[in-house]
């Protein structure tokens, strides 16, 4: 509902002009909608979330209805374009509704990690010790779907090979580098930990390194094999959240590849095909979502396999791929929205299209998550969060995701990528 909000709000808007006090001004206006409203349903106004995002759906209504100024709106600059393999330039995958799920899970993630040691967190949202689902449950599975659904293009281009193989080692070998020394760490420092969340020497970083590693090796094992077949052959773990992702992705990236080809990239006529285009995939989204919301229902509550995020069983998978597909039809019809209040070509490629935060934040997704764990440890290391009140945690939060958000626009302001 937040990035609803924003998309509605960003042609009423002056964006950033090349002045740091520019940036800082637009930064703040994206932060306050994006980020505050997220960070206060999942603390201190947990009982009061349903308001908090039907706020946000009333904004997004009520800036669509208003007239936008002429002159256009300034925000963001267009969806940047990417080079591939060749060194040519491909038309960007990463639409805004792309880049919402990126950077939301991360901004959620990056949130919970901090938050969940404070008292003003409740419980509820922490996360389950062997069955059931939280918001925190999502955690893993989530950001594993967020990868699997920008792959998928790639993947289905990629016939399985040594090669690639090899390359998703060298891609792992920093993130198991990472989880190795959070390990030593966290053991150095008698760092607390809890046993029943990946175990006592596991962390996220492997999880999230070896996917890649042992998606290449499926390809190369199974080469023409569907992806999203091999997803549901799969039937249990993190892989089969990948595979199902990545087949969601290649069928909607793709899709706006070749349409981003029909139009040649101009972005002057009236958004007609871009408007089909997001009318095909809202469709194409809530058919998907009530295909696994449906299989969820007849596995977790016909069948009773209790959902279990440690186990990483067919009801967690099918748990994750519902809510992420939710997430991206409500996006999409964001998007869809937008598009054909202001003319549909609005809705992907002029300025404001994504916000400068979700860019940054999708742009360096590690190292943001790092620097985010970093932080955590650091609080956590110096502050009794068990014992400040909900006025304290508050501040405190909102100081530490102004810091990790600012890293992100930092990097992306400077051109960092690391």
Not at 202 to 220: D, M, R, S, Y
Not at 249 to 268: F, I, M, N, P, Q
């Amino acid at each position: 509902s937040a990035y609803a909000a924003w998309r509605a709000l960003a042609p009423h808007l002056p964006g950033p002009r090349g002045s740091a006090v520019s940036l800082a001004q637009h930064m703040m206006a994206e932060f306050v909608v994006l980020v505050v409203p997220q960070l206060l349903a999942m603390t201190v106004a947990a009982d009061a979330a349903a308001g908090i995002a039907s706020g946000s759906l009333a904004v997004f209504a009520v800036c669509l209805a208003l007239p936008v100024r002429s002159s256009g709106a300034t925000g963001a600059p267009p969806a940047e374009e990417e080079k591939d393999g060749k060194g040519s330039k491909a038309a960007v995958q990463f639409r805004p509704f792309s880049v919402a799920l990126r950077a939301s899970l991360q901004l959620l993630t990056a949130t919970a990690i901090l938050a969940v040691d404070f008292r003003a967190f409740p419980r509820k949202f922490a996360k389950t010790e062997s069955y059931g689902a939280s918001l925190m449950d999502l955690g893993v599975g989530a950001i594993v779907f967020s990868n699997g659904f920008v792959a998928g293009p790639r993947l289905r281009r990629s016939v399985g090979s040594v090669a690639d193989v090899l390359k998703a080692l060298r891609v792992a070998a920093p993130v198991l580098l990472i989880g190795a020394a959070r390990t030593l760490a966290t053991k150095g420092v008698n760092y607390q930990e809890h046993a029943t969340e990946y175990g006592v020497h596991w962390n996220f970083f492997f999880t999230l390194g070896l996917i890649p590693v042992f998606t290449a090796v499926v390809k190369l094992a199974v080469p023409r094999l569907n992806i999203a077949l091999v997803g549901f052959l799969l039937i249990l773990g993190y892989l089969s959240i990948f595979f199902v992702a990545a087949h969601v992705g290649d069928k909607l990236l793709s899709e706006d590849r070749d349409a981003a080809s029909h139009v040649d990239g101009d972005d002057t006529g009236d958004g007609g095909d871009w408007v089909a285009l997001g009318v095909q995939r809202v469709v194409e989204l809530l058919s998907m979502l009530m295909l696994a919301a449906g299989l969820f229902g007849l596995v977790h509550f016909r069948l009773d396999v209790k959902l279990s995020r440690r186990l990483v069983n067919i009801s967690y998978a099918l748990f994750v791929v519902s809510v992420m597909l939710a997430f991206l039809a409500l996006a999409a019809a964001a998007d869809l929205a937008v598009a054909l209040r202001h003319g549909g070509i609005a809705c992907e490629r002029r300025p404001g299209a994504v916000p400068v935060l979700f860019q940054s934040i999708s742009q360096n997704q590690l190292a943001t998550f790092l620097v985010a764990n970093l932080l955590t440890g650091a609080v956590n290391l110096t502050l009794d969060t068990l014992s400040a009140s909900d006025t304290a945690a508050t501040a405190v939060l909102l100081l530490y995701l102004a810091v990790v958000t600012g890293f992100a626009v930092a990097c992306r302001h400077t051109r960092l990528s690391l």
